[in-house]
């Protein structure tokens, strides 16, 4: 692995935004980090650290950095798809199309059905042998509940194409579209009391986002203005949470009747753009000090198994505290100074633990050969376009599904609300399984 990395690093080209790279790793880093953080697991049950000691919350404006994620999801989308439209046949832009999805969703999907799968069969395993209580029915609980972000991205990478056409005619006034669209949504929430119509900002704050990472592709992110927007920002995110209904945390907490995440709030996307703003004005110091060889090149390892990594961590920490819990050793009351004394020691052995699932995992990551838009008339070119949408579709259903019915219950039916559908573990898994399929075959098809 390490002449790899060494080879990969070498051969970057100098065009390549390598800080681009780094946010990638820097933002799922540090909600690994947050999630180990957060867990105050007694052997009574799982809390949240910030529930315990609420003054702790004004982290989460630090912690709480998935709208850079998505930021530079858009920048890398813009990219990937411009990129297969030059080479582009005549009259195939379904093709494009199914290509692009392929292989955006490669990297996201092929180790995530890997963690479905492994997961799906030892939750069966479990409870047919009778098991599923205590530590381990909250571990087949809460472990996929990351997948929430895996949907949300894979909506953002199946509507790239048409928000990028917008933003190539509307530029600035695309985002501000977006961005009106998840104020007016939040009226109607708390003004009007309209039902349901907070999920809409499910797609409006994460696609105002992500279409920065459009802005940022075109150079349109300037000092000036990413000062702008962190300076703004976090005013207004300030003044939101001050003066209107959002709370102060910007992770979700248990029992809150509103959170800033589920469904995401303008206070959410405020924090948002000045988190944006924020890491663009460390640009240039932090272009400097990647073109040192040593730290591209563990920014080159790390993103090789980012997500590997992001999808098994809450595994490595429920291993951890199984075994602690196993082995007698005493889980002091979270907050506590025994507590505190004891977190470099949980934190090293998840991080241990992470990294050998990483090590059993990792090569799911790894992307398959890419394929390149067909010529007219190619096998499977008709209809691709529509049909690994829908693969898209399914899939993001199947994952966010997955991520709030979790693997408890796996015998008894139970079932979680995904909006207004109730969805069960196995239908979830069949409808991650079948959208990737059908992906996987318009994508291939376009050869």
Known sequence: MGSSVRELAGATPATRDRYVDLLRVASLGAVVLGHWLMAAVTPDGVGNLLAVVPALQPLTWLLQVMPV?????????????????????????????????????????????????????????????GGGGGLTGVTLRMVTQPLWFIGIYLAMVAFTPPLLRLHERYGWGAFAGLAGAAVAVDVLRFAAGVPYVE???FAFVWLAVHQLGFLRADGRMHLRRAALLA?????????????GPYPLSMVGMP??????????????????????????????????????????RTVVAANGVAMTAFLWHLTAMFGV?????????????????????????????????????????????????????????APGATGAGPLAALGATL?????????????????????????????????????????????????RGMR
């Open 69 to 129: 994620f998505f930021f530079v999801g858009g920048f890398s989308h813009a990219l990937s798809y411009r990129s297969l439209l030059r080479k582009r046949p005549e009259g195939s832009e379904d093709s494009v199309y199914s290509a692009f999805l392929r292989a955006r969703l490669q990297r996201l999907l092929r180790p995530t059905t890997v963690f479905v799968l492994v997961w799906g069969a030892a939750a069966l395993l479990v409870q047919l042998l």
């Open 199 to 201: 999920f809409l900002n």
């Open 231 to 243: 300076g703004g920002g976090l005013v207004t995110a300030a003044a939101l949470v001050a003066l």
């Open 255 to 296: 029992g809150e009747k509103v959170s800033n995440m589920a469904p995401p709030t303008l206070a959410l996307l405020a924090h948002g753009l000045w988190l944006v703003g924020a890491v663009e004005l460390l640009r240039a110091p932090a272009a400097r000090l990647l073109e040192r060889p040593r730290v591209w």
């Open 321 to 377: 505290y199984g075994a602690l819990l196993a082995l007698d050793v005493d889980l002091p009351e979270p907050a506590s100074a025994a507590w505190w004394a004891q977190v470099p020691l949980r934190l090293a052995l998840a991080a241990a633990l992470t990294a050998a699932l990483v090590a059993a995992f990792r090569t799911f990551e790894r992307p398959a050969a890419p394929t390149s838009p067909g010529t007219p008339g």
């Open 395 to 443: 899939c993001l259903l199947g994952v966010l599904g997955l991520s709030m019915v979790g693997f408890g219950g796996l015998l008894d039916g139970r079932t979680a609300l995904l909006i207004t559908i109730p969805v069960s573990a196995p239908a979830a898994v069949a409808m991650t399984l079948g959208g990737w399929l059908l992906v996987e075959r318009a994508g």
